[in-house]
Structures are given as C-alpha cells and as structure tokens.
C-alpha cells in the first residue's frame, strides 16, 4: 500500500471515528442529565440500561479504533 493510500485510508477512519464518537458522547450526556432529574423507578430503570449499553458501544468503539 502506498503512502498515499495509507493517509487516505487513515483519513476516511478518524472522520468514521468522528462520526460514531460524536452522537455517543451526546448521548450519554443527555442521559447523564435526564438521570439527575426527579425520574420514575421504571422510566430510571431502562435510562439506566441505555446508558450502560451506550457505554459498553463506545468502549468497544474505542478499542477497534485504537487498532
């Protein structure tokens, strides 16, 4: 592979790392928000397993990213 192809490549990645990064960090700062307000048991609940499921997102993200 070329230099080149190489930079291109690494280009197209961070801008995808970008693009995933961005709305998963938006998201669990919204959720970290909405947590802090007076919430119902069952509505706390499932915020609680949407963020523990976009955490889990963003650290497997994390480690393909980093290959």
Same mark, same amino acid.
């Given at each position: ?6 930079? #291109?490549?690494?280009? /197209? =990645? !961070? ?5 995933? *990064? #961005?709305?998963?960090?938006?998201? =669990?700062?919204?959720?970290? !928000? ?5 919430? !119902? ?10 963020? *523990?499921?976009?955490? /889990?997102?963003?650290? =497997?993200? =994390? *480690?393909?990213?980093?290959?």
């Amino acid at each position: 592979m070329s230099e080149k192809s190489i930079k #291109t490549n690494d280009y /197209h =990645l !961070d801008n995808v790392a970008h693009e995933f *990064r #961005t709305p998963i960090t938006l998201i =669990l700062a919204s959720l970290e !928000d909405t947590l802090c307000d007076n919430i !119902d048991k069952k509505t706390k609940s499932n915020l609680l397993v949407i963020q *523990r499921s976009a955490m /889990h997102f963003k650290s =497997l993200f =994390l *480690r393909i990213n980093n290959y």
